[in-house]
């Protein structure tokens, strides 16, 4: 039988353990500085006659939210900001900015958006299909 030779290292967790424990109900805690960047979730579809965009941005309002289309991009940014009176806050704040190329099959000049339970919509129309000019020839 062979002897392994155990050697008490401290680990991650014992680190963390001992934060735990000194955390005090008298202090703020926060899990989030406020300042990092956050990413909200998309979705993208293609339909027929537009591509759709999704965002889940619960808790901020249109005013907060930015809407550019620059070339042939679409850029969407915003800021969530937090209540300074919080105590303990979980949730993601900060600033996000998120970019889209667009094919070149839409209309610039036609996109719209609407926000609505926390889920911005954006809806890029596509331009019609051009449809080949069928030309009959006569056979002499």
């Known amino acids: 039988m062979t002897l392994i030779k155990w050697i008490n290292r401290p680990t991650l967790f014992d680190e963390v353990d001992q934060w735990l424990d000194n955390l005090s109900i008298h202090k703020p805690i926060n899990f989030n500085n406020g300042n990092s960047r956050w990413m909200p979730q998309f979705e993208l579809r293609e339909i027929n006659d537009s591509y759709q965009i999704f965002a889940e941005i619960p808790g901020m309002s249109k005013k ?62 596509k331009l019609e299909p051009v449809k080949p000019e069928v030309k009959k020839i006569a056979i002499k």
Not at 75 to 94: L, V
């Open 64 to 125: 907060d939210i930015n809407l550019e289309v620059v070339d042939n991009s679409l850029r969407i940014s915003g800021e969530k900001s937090r209540d300074e009176k919080d105590y303990i806050f979980e949730y993601s704040y900060g600033k996000f900015e998120r970019t889209f190329n667009l094919p070149d099959d839409v209309i610039l000049d036609k996109v719209s958006a609407k926000m609505k339970d926390g889920i911005l919509a954006i809806y890029v129309p």
